[in-house]
Every structure is written in structure tokens, then in C-alpha cells.
């Protein structure tokens, strides 16, 4: 069974920084590209970013000189390191494997951006 548990999101100030984690299992991770997307509230999923098995990394471009994601094989998990988070960064958060339309997601979690 594929499992995904995001964690690592929280309250952040405009400017601030968090960084989010993806615990897998059930699959190869380690041969398995993978995900990172939200959902804002009352807007579909956007897709952020993704890393290949070989490390290799695609991104938006509105995140793209903000965010890092990165994967430790060896541990089974998916990271996105956010600095410079603003307003329009407030979302649930979630890793991915495979399409957005059909892919398996863990439960999310919520990155509230405030002063």
C-alpha cells in the first residue's frame, strides 16, 4: 500500500521560512519521480515542483528561486525547503506520485502565511 504523510507546516511570517517533509512507503521511492503541489483555499491543485529518481528537479516559476525540493533516498523522503514565503504561499501542502489527476497523495499539510 502506498502511504504518504506530509508534515512540517505551520504558521510562518511573510518573509520567513519552512521547511516541509514527505515520509513514503508501500513503493520505490528511490526509483520513483516525485511531487510537490497545493491547494489554496477555493483554487485547485498547482503543481509546484518535481525530482526525478536521479535528482534532477523541475519547477514552476513562481517558486522557482524560492523553493528546494530535494530526497533522501536512503530515508524514503521527500523535502521542500521554502524561503521568502509570502501571502499567496498560504495552501495545503502535498507530495505527490505520479499525475495530479490520478496520483497517490498523502493527507497534506497547511502552511499559514501572517504577520
Known amino acids: 500500500e502506498v502511504r504518504l504523510l506530509e508534515s512540517g507546516g505551520g504558521l510562518v511570517e511573510p518573509g520567513g521560512s519552512l521547511t516541509l517533509s514527505c515520509a513514503a512507503s508501500g513503493f520505490d521511492f528511490a526509483h520513483s519521480a516525485m511531487h510537490w503541489v497545493r491547494q489554496a483555499p477555493g483554487k485547485g491543485l498547482e503543481w509546484l515542483a518535481s525530482?526525478?529518481?536521479?535528482?534532477?528537479?523541475l519547477y514552476t516559476p513562481s517558486i522557482k528561486t524560492r523553493f528546494t525540493i530535494s530526497r533522501d533516498n536512503a530515508l524514503n523522503t521527500l523535502y521542500l525547503q521554502m524561503t521568502d514565503v509570502q501571502t499567496s504561499d498560504k495552501a495545503v501542502y502535498y507530495c505527490?506520485?505520479?499525475?495530479?489527476?490520478?496520483?497517490?497523495r498523502g493527507p497534506g499539510t497547511q502552511v499559514t502565511v501572517s504577520s
Open positions: 525530482i526525478t529518481a536521479t535528482h534532477g528537479t
Open positions: 505527490l506520485r505520479g499525475s495530479i489527476a490520478s496520483g497517490d
